[in-house]
Structures are given as structure tokens and as C-alpha cells.
């Protein structure tokens, strides 16, 4: 067969010799792959088998044509470019571990750190004392600016008045919690009173009538508070100048001829003549609420109270004016929130007998056997038994965790207590308990009921000529008017709170709703 270069090219000849010479090439690779597949078209080029060629996008074939131009592109960031990296940044930044706030806040400087605490309310920054060694040497050593912020934004006025600071520079944080345990317990009590007033005296006793005497309602609560505040400062007052009287003189006023008492006297002599004025006219008010909360509920007679359960009659006068000059208005509220009146009246008789009796020791007395004799029986008390026996049982228990524990952890929490109560509040609350020598010197001294701050106080509002008469003072139901009245509040506010203080500072009904009352 001659080449196919030799026969004319495009000719029938040159196809089959062609087609001869391509089926010769491929007859060894049929013997082995098998039989093929006879292809549709009998035209074939000359050329050899072309490779496989990947399929390359437009744009990427346009930007190797223009590769080897040089321009400022191929060196600036793209903006998909930019926005990739700026996404990649932010998923990284957000696997990143965040910082706590407490090491935020302790990298601030000190200054900002004291201002933004002191902004707290009292609770919280005595709650922050408690949350750890850092946080407690921190408020503790930085007292006096968080009381000095207290006392200027959230302190009443007539609170500062009763009861200024000694020092300027020893203004500390008891200060500022005595002030407000007084507050306390004069917003609790002037809610107790109105609720009594509003029941028995107004006769507000359906949802109705009381949501329509809700305004009068609070202008007497908010007129209470102030007035009831003074009354604490004067108990208070009372009976450590009392104390004080004893030990000086040797007697009480029992044994001193006086139209005035000079006790009395002295503290009234603090008070401003509107405050003089408005707290006499409201004291029988206190404690007429006081002994009426301690007499049975019924007036009907003996054979009802009987059947009820209140077999228990209303205390004596002593125990009342105990209550006062020795536990004042903290103790009165205290009694005045028991529900059930035969548990308060248990509750008086029990503390009563405590403040009055001495705390005796009950000696057991040995059992004797038959002749006398008997097995001496071991001196350890069967508590202390109780309680080493529980503590080694304890110790057993948590030997094999506690095995490592060092010695070192006993003096820790020792030292962790100090911490804690080792500050100016470990000086203890306002009008705290008295010692027993206390007791014996003031109790025989004590005044009676109708001698407690009425005859005094009258006869120096008549000396100060606050009013001309004393049929001028208003008892009974004009009281009762003029703590209801709309007039006027906006000058009461003005002088009892002062003119910066808020209305945030007033102590909020809201914390003492869940007081029981019957």
C-alpha cells in the first residue's frame, strides 16, 4: 500500500488508506480493552489525540492575558478583599476569650472606682463588703467619701439635724447605717399606724373606699415619718442621758424634787419649735396605737374574749413604758408585727421578764441510789459529749478529702472573719441591748405613762409662747385633719427634707408591704 503523501490528497483513495492505517493502530489496544464502540462519524483529521482540558473561567482567562501589564491594582487590597479580612478579624475576635467584669472594673483608676460605688444604694455597697477580700479592703478603705456622698444626695435634712456628724473626717459608714435603721423603722411604723388610723378611726375598710382615700393616705404616711423619727431620737436620747443622770448623781429622778423634767427638758431644748409643736400633738396618737395593738380585738366581756382565745388581759402601764424608754420604737415595732394576739402577748410577757429578771442557771441535782450510793457519774456535760462526738464523726467522714488540709486554713478563715467584721460597723445598731447593771440602775427610775413627755412638752410650748393657749394645740380629730390635709405639702417638704433631697430618699412603702397585720 503506497503512503497516503503519494495518492491526491482529499481523494477517496487517501480516505480509505487513511481508515486502513488508523484501524491497524488501534487493533493491539482492542485485544486488550475489549470490543469498542464504532464512532457515528467517518471523518477524522490527521492529528493526534488531543488532552483533556480544563475549563477555565472568562475572567480568569482575561486576567492572564493582562498579567504581564503592570498596574496599581495587582498591589491595592480589593474590596472583597478588605471585606474578607475584616470578617475573618471579627470571627476571630469573637473565639477570643472575653475579659471579665470584675477585672474591667478593678482597672479602673481608684477615683472612678469610689464614684461609681458610692452611687449604689446602701444595701448593695454593704453587700459588695461581703463579696470578697479585694472588694472589702477596697469599701472598708474608703469609707469616708461613700458616706460623704450618702449624707449630701440621699440623707434627709431633718435626719442631719437630729443627728449631725461628731467630726466631719470621721464620717463612716455606722453613721450612715444608724441613720438609716432609724428611717427604717419610722417608715415601718408610720405605715402600722395608718393602717390602724385608716380602719378604726376613718372607717376605710372595703377595696372601694380605700383606693378613694389612697391620696389622704399617703400624705399622712409621708407626714408620719418625720415626726416618728424624732420620736426615736427622743427615746434614744432619753435613755442614754438617763444612764448617764444615775452615774452621775447617784439616784434617780425618783429622789429629785422637779415641775419639769430635766431630762426631758434637756433633749426637748434640741428640737426647733415646729417640730416641738407637731410632735406633741401626734405622741398620744403613737401611743394610744402601741397600746391598742397590745389589748384583745374584742370589747364584748370575758365570756367572748374566752371563747375567741384571747384569755390574756392588756399588759400594765410598766410593761408599755418599759417597751419605750428601754427598747424604744425598734422594740415597739417588733411587737407591733407578730400576727395573732396571743403570740405578741406571749412575746411581751417573755421579753418583759427577761429585761426584769435576772438570767438564772437551773442546777441539776444528783439522783442517789439505794444507802446513798451510787455509780459517780462523769463530770462531762452530755452536750459537749454530743458535740465532740459529732464533730469526730464529721472528721471521720471527711478524713480521706481533708487528709491534705493544711494547718494554715483555720488561721485563714479566722483572719477572713476579722476581715469581715473588724470595721466600724462591728460598733453594733442604734439603741442596742443594755448590760444588766444598766438595767438594775434605770429600771426603778422609770417614769410613768401619763408622765412621759406630755407634761414637759406643754408647759415648754406654753414657755416658748409656739402657741398662746394651750386650748390652741390640736388634739384627737383636728390631729387627725391635719395630717390628711392637701394644703400645704410643698412647704412641709421644703423644710422636713430640704430642698436637694429626693423623693427616692424617703423610705418606700413597697418594703414594708409584707408585714403581717391582723
Not at 80 to 93: M, W
Not at 451 to 466: F, G, V, Y
Not at 496 to 502: L, N, P, Q
Request: glycine share 4%; net charge neutral; charged share 30%.
Amino acid at each position: 500500500m503506497d503512503p497516503p503523501h503519494i495518492t491526491e490528497f482529499a481523494s477517496q483513495r487517501y480516505f480509505e488508506k487513511l481508515k486502513q492505517l488508523n484501524e491497524s493502530r488501534e487493533q493491539p489496544q482492542d485485544a486488550q480493552d475489549g470490543p469498542i464502540v464504532a464512532e457515528s462519524s467517518t471523518f477524522i483529521l490527521p492529528i493526534g489525540r488531543a488532552k483533556a482540558i480544563d475549563h477555565v473561567p472568562h475572567d480568569i482567562q482575561k486576567t492572564e492575558k493582562r498579567r504581564n501589564n503592570f498596574s496599581f491594582r495587582t498591589i491595592l487590597p480589593s474590596r472583597s478583599s478588605v471585606d474578607h479580612d475584616s470578617r475573618r478579624l471579627s470571627v476571630e475576635s469573637t473565639k477570643k476569650k472575653s475579659t471579665p467584669f470584675d477585672q474591667l472594673f478593678l482597672a479602673l483608676p481608684n477615683e472612678l472606682k469610689i464614684q461609681i460605688i458610692a452611687s449604689l444604694p446602701l444595701s448593695d455597697v454593704l453587700s459588695l463588703r461581703l463579696a470578697s477580700r479585694s472588694w472589702h479592703a477596697m469599701i472598708t478603705a474608703n469609707e469616708f467619701p461613700i458616706a460623704r456622698y450618702h449624707l449630701e444626695h440621699h440623707v434627709p435634712a431633718y435626719a442631719k439635724r437630729l443627728y449631725p456628724a461628731p467630726d466631719p473626717t470621721a464620717i463612716r459608714l455606722h453613721y450612715l447605717c444608724g441613720i438609716w435603721h432609724r428611717l427604717h423603722v419610722a417608715a415601718k411604723l408610720s405605715y402600722l399606724i395608718c393602717e390602724r388610723v385608716t380602719k378604726e378611726i376613718f372607717l376605710r375598710t372595703t377595696e372601694a373606699q380605700r383606693l378613694e382615700f389612697e391620696p389622704q393616705y399617703e400624705r399622712m404616711r409621708r407626714r408620719l415619718i418625720p415626726l416618728l423619727f424624732t420620736i426615736f431620737h427622743f427615746f434614744e436620747t432619753y435613755r442614754t442621758m438617763h444612764v448617764e443622770y444615775i452615774k452621775e448623781h447617784g439616784h434617780g429622778l425618783s429622789r429629785e424634787p422637779y415641775t419639769i423634767n430635766p431630762i426631758e427638758a434637756k433633749i426637748m431644748s434640741m428640737y426647733d419649735d415646729q417640730t416641738l409643736l407637731r410632735v406633741h400633738q401626734v405622741f398620744p396618737l403613737v401611743v394610744s396605737s402601741f397600746c391598742r395593738r397590745l389589748r384583745p380585738p374584742s370589747y364584748v366581756g370575758r365570756f367572748e374574749r374566752s371563747i375567741r382565745g384571747y384569755l390574756k388581759d392588756r399588759p400594765p402601764d410598766e410593761v408599755y413604758v418599759t417597751a419605750l424608754c428601754v427598747g424604744g420604737l425598734r422594740q415597739v415595732e417588733r411587737f407591733w408585727e407578730i400576727k395573732g394576739y396571743n403570740s405578741r402577748r406571749g412575746a411581751v410577757d417573755m421579753w418583759y421578764t427577761s429585761v426584769m429578771k435576772e438570767p438564772s442557771e437551773v442546777v441539776s441535782k444528783s439522783r442517789r441510789g439505794i444507802l446513798g450510793l451510787s455509780r459517780k457519774k462523769s463530770s462531762a456535760n452530755e452536750a459537749d459529749f454530743t458535740r465532740s462526738g459529732e464533730t469526730n464523726s464529721s472528721y471521720r467522714g471527711r478524713q480521706g478529702s481533708d487528709a491534705g488540709r493544711r494547718g494554715s486554713d483555720a488561721s485563714a478563715m479566722s483572719s477572713w472573719e476579722n476581715l469581715v467584721f473588724n470595721t466600724s460597723l462591728s460598733e453594733g445598731m442604734p439603741m442596742g441591748e443594755l448590760s444588766r447593771d444598766q438595767l438594775k440602775m434605770l429600771l426603778p427610775d422609770l417614769p410613768t405613762l401619763q408622765q412621759l413627755w406630755l407634761p414637759t412638752a406643754e408647759a415648754l410650748i406654753i414657755d416658748r409662747k409656739i402657741v398662746e393657749r394651750p386650748q390652741d394645740i390640736k388634739r384627737n380629730a383636728q390631729v387627725m385633719l391635719e395630717l390628711i390635709r392637701e394644703d400645704g405639702a410643698a412647704e412641709e417638704d421644703e423644710w422636713w427634707y430640704g430642698r436637694i433631697a429626693h423623693d427616692a430618699v424617703r423610705p418606700p412603702l413597697e418594703a414594708i408591704e409584707e408585714d403581717p397585720i391582723e
